[in-house]
């Protein structure tokens, strides 16, 4: 298994710079074909939609469209595959980041009763409890 840094996934599926597109995905292809994978963890995920969003103004259905398509790529393999597909079907239902679902999923899977925030936009979601004054 080789580690991705955000940087090279990026360019990987955004393309903007030639030169770098073409390292990362020849690195990609060159790991595939030794039957390797490529490892993206969950900060890579969380730092790809901010990137998204903030230096490529993708909007949250586009957004929500990409990472499903890497969850689907088997060069990739993640660090919780899992909390990374639930946390982006639950994008489509509620209203908080990628990140906050993440959270939430990984503190459930450790055991965690709950995950309390002060963040609103998770007021609906089962698992949260909003912390308020």
Known sequence: MNGLDTNVLVRYLVQDDIEQWKLAEEYIKDVKAKNDTCFINNIVLCELVWVLKTSYKLNRDEIIDVIEKILRVDAFDFENR???????????????????????????????????????????VEGIRLLST
């Not at 990628?98 to 009763?113: E, M, P, T, V, Y």
């Open 82 to 124: 899992e909390a990374a597909w639930w946390s982006v079907q639950q994008m489509k239902k509620h209203k908080a980041d990628f990140s906050d679902f993440l959270i939430k999923k990984i503190n459930q899977q450790a055991g965690c009763a709950e995950t309390v925030t002060f963040d609103a936009k998770l007021l609906r």
